[in-house]
């Protein structure tokens, strides 16, 4: 497969748009952050015990299990890429700190080596923050202990630093048979890290996954993903506004279950504390089904199941929200939980559900199969319409425009009923922390999409973003100036290729082959003066003596004028 063949493959990134063509001029190679590309190095693990901070002018190839070690901190700033090899995961470590700083014009990414159009979930890792707040296991090990880590204490107020303005794209690598890596998971993480503005994209498991402690965060974002959209456990107890999630009808866990929210506080049941109690409020979950065609249409052997899992005495809590696009309901499952329920420790106020079929046994959208009053519990709890209870279209909760994957518009119409829905939700859990707003789910219905908070730093086609010049706009006028490459073709190779490139005006051109550590292999072509139009130059990887250069990524540099443009090419024999 590609994945295995392309071990070690790096994509640059030419300098950002701040920057203009004066910094081109001065490119940098790819730094390796971890043990190192191939296979050798896939699961070695790497301490970084400095502190450390990256630049946004440089790409980074995240290789092997990446630790940031106790006391120690890595930096990330805004505009930085980040690209995972085959395992990559990035790992802070129980007392270390990240400190990943984006902004909405310049996000963060953390994303596939892969090129576009040959991505998928599982091509890397994920993100893994640990800290010291409680949990309700002793000294819990995270992945199962296939990840190094220990995480949980007895700090509520413990900082594991800053994660926003981040984008997390094709993570989930699988380690073992059902054990992947989620996109965020967070273990132990206290109330004082500052967690928002995070879109996680297409990964292998839980795009959210939450291991007790108690950090808040705000404005989520999810894309696809194969397993569920928030899962919850080991007694977890922050409280998240503003969430949203599109899922893909084409991906789902086929080994499981793809629901919406899964919530559970211990393995097996038990009421040693702390219990998860997370609380979350103004949700936009839109399942596989967005629209009316998709119902009864998803791909033949779907996981996709229900709009909320709740077990294993779970006290979760959901507020004046909308959870859509799923084929059932909700699922309450074992007597602690259904405990909870009946006692309103554990509820579900001022949220619409739309499901399209009834499971097997129930006269509901919702799983009487397990809990005979499910339907009844979720009609009367506050502000919930019994009506909703029963199979539906997606059409009917009113969003503006779901039928585009890549540019959904999930913003409630006028006639919708996530606008005329009373006002004034307030339970005593959350009085404290929630912004109080006069509509249900994610999105001011009184906006455009440009300016909701997701409007302008997401990414809904991480699939086809190309994270070279063209797709990053550095001087997007070059081919009417300077030269840049169109292509190199075939890539990988062996050992021929061609470059193809285009010249704005006479000019003079040099095309240099480097390495990845950024020492010359081959100058291909240097002329004094080119007329302008398109062009083609060959390399062959075998040198004018007869020998071969080795098997690798290499890069190709034009420099036409005062312009410049870098493209990756791999040798492979």
Not at 181 to 208: A, K, P
Request: with cysteine; net charge negative; glycine share 10%.
């Amino acid at each position: 497969m590609k994945s295995c063949i392309r071990t070690g493959i790096v994509l640059l990134l030419i300098l950002s748009t701040v920057l203009g063509a004066q910094a081109l001029a001065g490119w940098k190679p790819p730094v390796v952050l971890g043990p190192g590309t191939g296979p050798e190095h896939a699961e070695e693990s790497y301490h970084q015990s400095w502190h450390r901070t990256l630049s946004a002018d440089t790409l980074y190839i995240l290789t092997g299990f990446y630790y940031v070690d106790s006391l120690y901190t890595l930096t990330i700033p805004e505009g930085t890429v980040v690209m995972g090899d085959t395992t990559a995961t990035l790992v802070v470590a129980r007392g270390g700190e990240i400190h990943a700083t984006g902004s909405e014009e310049r996000p963060i990414v953390f994303t596939s080596m892969k090129e576009p159009a040959e991505r998928n979930p599982g091509d890397w890792g994920g993100v893994i923050i640990l800290g010291n707040a409680p949990v309700n296991r002793v000294n819990p090990v995270i992945e199962g202990g296939l990840i190094e880590g220990h995480f949980g204490g007895n700090d509520p107020d413990d900082d594991s630093g800053e994660f926003y303005y981040c984008r997390i794209e094709f993570p989930g690598h699988r380690i073992e048979e059902g054990n992947e890596v989620n996109g965020l998971t967070m273990g132990g993480v206290g109330r004082n890290t500052e967690i928002h503005h995070v879109q996680v994209s297409y990964s292998n498991d839980d795009s959210f996954e939450w291991f007790g402690g108690n950090c808040d965060s705000d404005y989520l974002c999810v894309l696809g993903g194969l397993d569920d959209v928030f899962d919850t456990d080991f007694g977890h107890s922050g409280r998240h506004q503003f969430c949203f999630c599109l899922r893909d009808p084409d991906w789902s866990d086929a080994e499981g279950q793809s629901n919406g929210f899964e919530s559970d506080s211990y393995k097996p049941a038990g009421l040693t504390p702390p219990i998860t109690s997370t609380t979350f409020a103004n949700c936009t979950i839109v399942g596989p089904e967005r629209t009316d065609a998709l119902v009864g249409n998803l791909p033949p052997g779907h996981a996709f199941e229900y709009s909320a899992v709740l077990r294993r005495c779970t006290k979760h809590k959901l507020h004046n929200s909308v959870i859509m696009g799923f084929p059932w309901g909700f699922s309450v499952r074992d007597a602690c939980t259904q405990g909870f329920a009946s006692t309103d420790t554990m509820n579900v106020h001022y949220t619409s559900v739309q499901a399209s079929t009834m499971p097997i046994g129930s006269s509901s959208i919702h799983d009487e199969g397990r809990w005979a009053e499910v339907t009844a519990w979720f009609d009367a709890e506050s502000g919930n319409d019994p009506t909703q209870s029963q199979p539906r279209m997606p059409g009917s909760v009113g969003l503006t425009d779901m039928s585009d994957l890549n540019n959904p518009n999930p913003i409630p119409l006028p006639t919708s009923e996530l606008v005329t829905t009373p006002a004034n939700w307030v339970h005593p859990d959350v009085a404290d922390h929630f912004q109080q707003v006069t509509y249900r789910g994610a999105f001011d219905p009184s906006r455009g999409m440009e300016s909701q908070w997701a409007g302008n730093w997401t990414n809904f086609d991480p699939q086809n973003t190309d994270y070279d010049p063209d797709a990053t706009g550095v001087d997007s006028d070059v081919p009417l100036r300077g030269g840049s490459i169109l292509g190199i073709s075939p890539n990988p190779f062996n050992p021929r290729t061609m470059v193809a490139f285009r010249l704005g005006q006479t000019t003079p051109v040099d095309i240099v082959v480097y390495d990845a550590a950024g020492r010359v292999v081959r100058t291909i072509l240097r002329a004094g003066e080119l007329a302008p139009g398109d062009h083609e130059v060959a390399w062959d990887g075998t040198d004018a003596a007869g020998s071969s250069v080795a098997s690798g990524v290499y890069f190709c540099r034009l420099q036409a004028g005062e312009h410049t443009d870098v493209r990756r090419m791999v040798l492979l024999k």
